[in-house]
């Protein structure tokens, strides 16, 4: 079974540009969340998507933003960069009970702002 | 006061060592427990889940959790140089919020040989 795919893995944008970043989960997995990772922050959460509407939404901006669609691959977008995005964003994909895959993390996509 | 708190280390251990990492956390309504192994520029690979208080095994390592306290631990016996990592502990909610994991800030683990 494939895993969680994020494209793409490096991206270099300027300030002010906006960037989408894409998610495809595990195959049967309907929930899709977003997270944020930075050295001074760790692991925060973004938002979920399931069946296609945001279920669930952590402390982040509306310039962040995101999507499911029907083959609950999920986009996520960020309008009007600024320097202190830079991170890398993690996509994870879950199966509503615990087990192996319980939120099961793709490699990431490492965005950098300058 | 953060949900989950974990203290940061680094942790610097000699091969064959037991690793014990810690994590606290204030709310009561959290339900599941993980712990995540985080290597350099990869994603978090689920290592040990639980939901109830008590013990749960898994070749060298052993995931603890008490939910009197607030308090859940994860031991590493025998420690490798390939369990050199990030060791994140995360907690849940379960429900509706299942799709939220909430972090702490992870610990860095070495293991020199």
């Known amino acids: 079974k494939a895993g969680v795919t994020q494209t793409p893995r490096y991206l270099i944008k300027t300030r002010g540009q906006q960037v989408t970043l894409s998610c495809s989960p595990i195959?049967?997995?309907?929930?899709v969340s977003w997270y944020q990772q930075t050295p001074g922050q760790g692991l925060q959460f973004l938002f979920e998507?399931?069946?296609?509407?945001?279920?669930n939404k952590g402390n982040f901006p509306g310039r962040f933003s995101g999507r499911q669609f029907s083959n609950s691959r999920s986009e996520m977008n960020v309008s009007t960069l600024e320097l202190g995005d830079s991170a890398l964003y993690l996509c994870?994909?879950?199966?509503?009970?615990?087990?192996?895959?319980?939120?099961?993390f793709g490699s990431g996509t490492r965005l950098t702002v300058v | 006061q953060k949900e989950v708190e974990q203290d940061p280390g680094p942790l610097s251990v000699p091969e064959g060592a037991i690793v014990s990492l810690n994590c606290t956390y204030s709310?009561?309504?959290?339900?599941?427990f993980m712990w995540y192994r985080q290597y350099s520029r990869k994603g978090p690979e689920l290592l040990m889940y639980t939901y109830s208080s008590g013990n749960k095994e898994d070749g060298r390592f052993t995931a603890q959790v008490d939910k009197s306290s607030k308090y859940i631990s994860l031991f590493i016996r025998d420690s490798q140089p390939s369990d050199s990592a990030t060791y994140l502990c995360a907690i849940n909610a379960g429900g509706t919020s299942y799709g939220k994991l909430t972090f702490g800030q992870g610990t860095i683990l070495t293991v020199h040989p």
């Open positions: 998507y399931f069946s296609e509407t945001q279920r």
């Open positions: 195959s049967g997995h309907r929930s």
């Open positions: 994870a994909s879950s199966l509503p009970q615990p087990g192996q895959e319980y939120h099961t």
């Open positions: 709310n009561s309504a959290f339900q599941y």
